[in-house]
C-alpha cells in the first residue's frame, strides 16, 4: 500500500503562488500569533482548547509553509509539533488532558493528529515523528481493546479518517495490530448507508447524521476502505453523493448545510468546513479510483466556492456562503439559517463558531499536492500553474505548467530531462472541453491526452481547452452561467462595515476584524438572452480579485420583479416574483463567483409579457 500523496515534489508557480502568498500573509499564516485557541492551546501547554483546532490549523498550515519554502514558517510548525511530541504520555497518549479524563475525550482529535503526523512527515521525513504516531496509535488500539476509550459523538462519525494515519504506518510496519485497530473502528463508527432517508428531507434540527462536514468526509470512506482493508471499490460514494446533491446540491458543486443538510433553496447557507473538507474527499477519491469525476467535481468547488467565502486578503472569512448573496449583515431577529446563528454568513474572524477559521488553510495547499500524480509514468491532474520534479527510472525529470487556468484554457507544458528516458505523460482533460487542441493539432476529448515516448532533453506543447459560455438548469426554472470551470454571478457592489470588539476574550482588530456587508447595486434582475461575450481582463494582484477579475462574460439582463424572503429585508426570496421583460435593457458583467463577494447566481430567464 502506498501512501496517497507522495513527499511534496511540486512547488507553486504564477497565480497559484500568489494566492499561497497571499494566505501566509493573512489568517492562516499568523493564528498562532494572537488567536487564544492555537497561540495558547492545550496541546502546546496552555489553557485553551486542546481537541480538533490546533491539528486542523496545522493540517493546512504545514503544507502552506513548505510549499513556499518559508524559514519562519516551518520554524513555527515544528515549535508545535515538537511541543505536541514532546507532551506525548509515557503509554503512547498524545491529546491533552488528564488521564481520568480520557474515557470522556472525543478522539477525533488522535485521528486528526496523526493524519497531521502524516502531512508533517511527507515534508520533512521526521523519525521522531513517525515513532510518536506509531506510539499514539497503538495505544489507542490497546485502550479500545481494554474498552478503556470507545467512539461517540465525532469520533463515531468520522472513525475513516484514521485510516489515514493508520495507512501510513502500516506502510512502514506491516503489523497485524494496525489493520485491527482499523476494523474496531469501523465497527465502532457509523453506517452511512442507514442514514440516506434523512438526507432527503432538511430538518430545523442539529443532529450529526445530517451534519454537512461529517458528510463530506463521509464521501472517501469507501475509498479509504478499499485501500487500507484491500476490498473491492463499489463506488458506493457515487450512489450518496447523487443523493446528497439531488435534495441538497447548489449552484457551485457543494450541498447546503447550514450546518446541517438544508434542502435546495439558493439562499442556504454552506460551511467552509463543509467546502475544504469535500475538497480533500475529492482529492482522495480522485487518486484512489482515478474516476475523474471527482476531479471535475474538485475543479468546480475549487475554483468557485472556495475563493468565494475567504476575503480577497484571506484575513476573514464566512462559516456559510450563499449562492444568492445579496447581503452579509446580521439578522437583528431569528436566524435565516436553519442551526446556524444570525451572524452565521458576516466575514470575520470566527463568525457564528471557531472551527472554519482553524480549518480553512487545507484549501489551497492540499489542493495544489494534488495536482500531479505518479502511478504509470506522470499525470497532471489538476491544471494549476506549478513546477514538479521527480525521478523516472533515476532520471531526473522536471515538468513545468504555465497556465492562467481556470481564467484562460490553454496550458503550457515544459518537460525536461537530464538523459533520455521513457515514461508515460499523462493530461487529465476536463470534460466540459468537448475537443482540444495540442499545439496545432485538434482532438476529441476522451478523458486524458496520453504520450509515451523517450523524453530527451526540453520539450514543449500547449495544450489548449474549449467552452462556450452558457447556461444550465437549476431548480425552480433559475439558471446559472457557466464558462470551462467557473460559474458566474451578478455582482452587488457593497460598503463594507468593519467591527472591531472582543467577545469570550478574543480580540477581532483589523485586520482580523469581522465586516458586514451591505449591498449599494441593484441585484433583481433576469437573463435577456443566453449570449455572452467573455472579456479577458489583466486583473491585478489577487487572483480571485473582487475588484478586478482576471475575466468577465457580458451580457444583457432585464430588471424584473423579485422579493425578500418572508421576514427578512437582507435574504432575497429564492425565485423571483416573475420573470416577465419590464425595464430597459442592461449590459452586465458577470463575475466568476469566486471574486464576487455579494452575488446573485441562479437567475430567471426572462419572458415577453404575455
Ligand atoms: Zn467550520
Not at 127 to 151: F, G, I, P, R, T
Not at 253 to 281: I, R
Not at 412 to 428: A, G
Not at 534 to 550: A, L, M, V
Request: charged share 25%.
Amino acid at each position: 500500500m502506498n501512501h496517497y500523496f507522495k513527499k511534496h515534489k511540486i512547488k507553486p508557480q504564477g497565480w497559484m503562488r500568489q494566492q499561497l502568498e497571499i494566505q501566509a500573509k493573512g489568517l492562516s499564516g499568523n493564528l498562532d500569533k494572537f488567536w487564544p485557541d492555537i497561540k495558547d492551546s492545550a496541546w502546546i501547554g496552555g489553557d485553551r482548547e486542546g481537541w480538533e483546532r490546533v491539528p486542523y490549523w496545522l493540517d493546512g498550515f504545514i503544507p502552506l509553509a513548505w510549499f513556499l519554502e518559508d524559514e519562519d514558517m516551518k520554524g513555527r510548525a515544528d515549535k508545535y509539533i515538537n511541543a505536541i511530541v514532546d507532551r506525548q504520555k509515557e503509554d503512547g497518549w498524545i491529546c491533552p488532558g488528564n488521564d481520568e479524563d480520557r474515557k470522556h475525550y472525543d478522539v477525533w482529535a488522535v485521528f486528526l493528529i496523526g493524519k497531521v503526523f502524516t502531512v508533517y512527515w511527507e515534508f520533512t521525513g521526521s523519525e521522531k515523528v513517525k515513532e510518536s504516531l506509531y506510539k499514539a496509535m497503538k495505544c489507542l488500539y490497546q485502550m479500545m481493546v481494554e474498552d478503556k476509550v470507545s467512539l461517540f459523538e465525532w469520533g463515531k462519525f468520522r472513525w475513516f479518517e484514521c485510516l489515514i494515519p493508520l495507512h501510513f504506518l502500516y506502510d512502514h510496519y506491516q503489523e497485524d495490530w494496525i489493520l485491527e485497530l482499523g476494523k474496531i473502528l469501523r465497527e465502532q463508527g457509523i453506517k452511512f448507508t442507514d442514514y440516506i432517508e434523512c438526507w432527503k428531507r432538511p430538518m430545523n434540527k442539529w443532529v450529526l447524521e445530517t451534519h454537512a462536514v461529517n458528510l463530506m468526509m463521509m464521501l472517501k470512506y469507501e475509498a479509504l476502505c478499499s485501500k487500507f482493508f484491500g476490498e473491492p471499490y463499489e463506488n458506493v460514494a457515487e450512489k450518496l453523493w447523487n443523493i446528497l446533491i439531488e435534495y441538497n446540491g447548489t449552484a457551485v458543486g457543494t450541498t447546503t448545510g447550514d450546518e446541517c443538510l438544508a434542502g435546495l433553496k439558493n439562499n442556504q447557507g454552506t460551511e467552509l468546513c463543509a467546502v475544504v473538507e469535500q475538497m480533500y474527499s475529492f482529492e482522495l477519491l480522485y487518486h484512489i479510483t482515478k474516476d475523474s469525476i471527482w476531479a471535475e467535481r474538485l475543479e468546480k468547488i475549487a475554483f468557485n466556492a472556495l475563493p468565494a467565502t475567504i476575503s480577497d486578503d484571506m484575513w476573514t472569512h464566512q462559516y456559510v456562503q450563499q449562492v444568492n448573496q445579496i447581503a452579509c449583515i446580521g439578522f437583528p431577529g431569528k436566524s435565516y439559517f436553519r442551526t446556524n446563528g444570525s451572524e452565521a454568513h458576516i466575514f470575520g474572524l470566527e463568525p457564528h463558531f471557531g472551527c472554519c477559521t482553524s480549518n480553512l488553510h487545507q484549501g489551497w495547499p492540499k489542493l495544489l499536492w494534488s495536482a500531479f500524480m505518479e502511478d504509470d509514468g506522470i499525470e497532471c491532474t489538476m491544471m494549476l500553474p506549478s513546477t514538479y520534479e521527480t525521478k523516472i527510472s533515476d532520471k531526473n525529470v522536471k515538468v513545468t505548467l504555465v497556465t492562467e487556468y481556470p481564467f484562460r484554457h490553454s496550458c503550457k507544458y515544459i518537460v525536461e530531462t537530464e538523459e533520455p528516458v521513457e515514461f508515460q505523460f499523462k493530461v487529465r482533460i476536463p470534460a466540459w472541453s468537448k475537443q482540444y487542441k495540442v499545439d496545432e493539432e485538434m482532438k476529441d476529448n476522451e478523458g486524458y491526452w496520453v504520450l509515451k515516448q523517450v523524453w530527451d532533453g526540453k520539450q514543449e506543447f500547449t495544450i489548449t481547452l474549449f467552452d462556450e459560455p452558457h447556461l444550465v438548469d437549476r431548480p425552480s426554472g433559475l439558471k446559472v452561467a457557466e464558462y470551462g470551470p467557473l460559474v458566474f454571478c451578478l455582482p452587488i457592489e457593497a460598503e463594507y462595515k468593519m467591527h472591531e470588539y472582543e467577545r469570550d476574550g478574543v480580540e477581532r482588530k483589523f485586520p482580523y476584524c469581522d465586516y458586514e456587508l451591505f449591498p449599494t447595486s441593484e441585484w433583481r434582475f433576469g437573463y435577456n438572452s443566453d449570449t455572452f461575450s467573455p472579456c479577458e481582463n489583466e486583473g491585478d494582484e489577487i487572483p480571485f480579485s473582487s475588484k478586478q477579475p482576471r475575466i468577465t462574460l457580458q451580457t444583457q439582463m432585464r430588471p424584473i420583479e423579485w422579493e425578500y424572503e418572508d421576514g427578512y429585508d437582507s435574504v432575497a426570496a429564492a425565485c423571483p416574483t416573475g420573470a416577465e421583460r419590464e425595464g430597459d435593457l442592461v449590459t452586465m458583467a458577470l463575475y466568476p463567483y469566486g471574486c464576487a463577494k455579494l452575488r446573485m447566481t441562479e437567475m430567471p430567464l426572462t419572458i415577453n409579457k404575455k
